[in-house]
């Protein structure tokens, strides 16, 4: 499978995944102020645009691996450091973002 499309599909599957474990482990002190679908589509929203960047930070350490002159292990290993700090960017601006415009308890 191409590692760009691999890529697409597990955030995707994350994205999901993400959701539900925050809603109910990371937030679950919060007292939701809004509706399940607005909330939903306020975490989408946020973890889409977190997943560009995740993506992004991804596609630039491939690339550049692609561009420099590594030994051969190397080479291979610049997907796995592409997933690890473009999930770590990615996580850092998603969870940043969901706790004041997704799981924030919302005025009444």
Same mark, same amino acid.
């Given at each position: 499978?191409?590692?760009?499309?691999?890529?697409?599909?597990?955030?995707?599957?994350?994205?999901?995944?993400?959701?539900?474990?925050?809603?109910?482990?990371?937030?679950?002190?919060?007292?939701?102020?809004?509706?399940?679908?607005?909330?939903? =589509?306020?975490? $989408?929203?946020?973890?889409? &645009? !977190? *997943? @560009?960047?995740?993506?992004?930070?991804?596609? %630039? +350490?491939?690339?550049?691996?692609?561009?420099?002159?590594?030994?051969?292990?190397?080479?291979? =290993?610049?997907? $796995?450091?592409?997933?690890? &700090? !473009? *999930? @770590?960017?990615?996580?850092?601006?998603?969870? %940043? +973002?969901?706790?004041?415009?997704?799981?924030?308890?919302?005025?009444?």
């Amino acid at each position: 499978m191409n590692v760009y499309l691999a890529r697409v599909f597990s955030y995707g599957v994350a994205m999901v995944a993400g959701y539900l474990l925050n809603r109910y482990f990371t937030f679950h002190h919060v007292d939701f102020g809004r509706k399940l679908l607005d909330q939903l =589509l306020r975490f $989408l929203s946020v973890h889409s &645009l !977190g *997943g @560009l960047i995740n993506f992004g930070v991804f596609s %630039l +350490v491939v690339y550049w691996g692609d561009q420099a002159e590594l030994q051969a292990v190397w080479h291979r =290993l610049m997907p $796995l450091l592409g997933v690890w &700090l !473009g *999930g @770590l960017v990615g996580m850092t601006f998603n969870f %940043l +973002v969901s706790r004041k415009l997704v799981f924030d308890a919302e005025s009444k």
